[in-house]
């Protein structure tokens, strides 16, 4: 078992920022990649970001691409997602995950363990 800790989320302006974090603790010597997934009211969750634990590769999702930078640093087991020129249809619930598989990291269903979410809210 992996357990997911997120937190950073809040209230915040059109154009400001945030910075998220997530700390992994338990199984975690089986991880390969970490993402980033929000979800607004009435919407399905999206994928944000991942990085991959070996060589650091890194993948945004169009929306978010230029904006939002994703981190992390595999020997504390925490990933971070720094969000810039935040805008109102940012806001939603983000949701840190882990996966022990490379084959659908932009995909909620490649991930085996799920945080709880931390409210990210941007004002108009």
């Known amino acids: 078992q992996v357990q997911l800790v997120e937190s950073g989320g809040g209230l915040v302006q059109a154009g400001g920022s945030l910075n998220l974090s997530c700390a992994a603790s338990?199984?975690?010597?089986?991880?390969?990649?970490m993402g980033w997934f929000r979800q607004a009211p009435g919407k399905e969750r999206e994928f944000v970001a991942t990085?991959?634990?070996?060589?650091?590769?890194?993948d945004y999702a169009d929306s978010v691409k230029g904006r939002f930078t994703i981190s992390g640093d595999s020997a504390k087991n925490t990933v971070y997602l720094q969000m810039n020129s935040l805008k109102p249809e940012d806001t939603a619930v983000y949701y840190c995950?882990?996966?022990?598989?490379?084959?659908?990291?932009?995909?909620?269903?490649?991930?085996?363990?799920w945080g709880q979410g931390t409210q990210v809210t941007v004002s108009s």
């Open positions: 995950a882990s996966a022990s598989s490379l084959l659908k990291v932009y995909n909620s269903y490649g991930y085996d363990y």
């Open positions: 338990g199984r975690t010597f089986s991880t390969a990649a």
């Open positions: 990085i991959r634990w070996s060589g650091g590769r890194t």
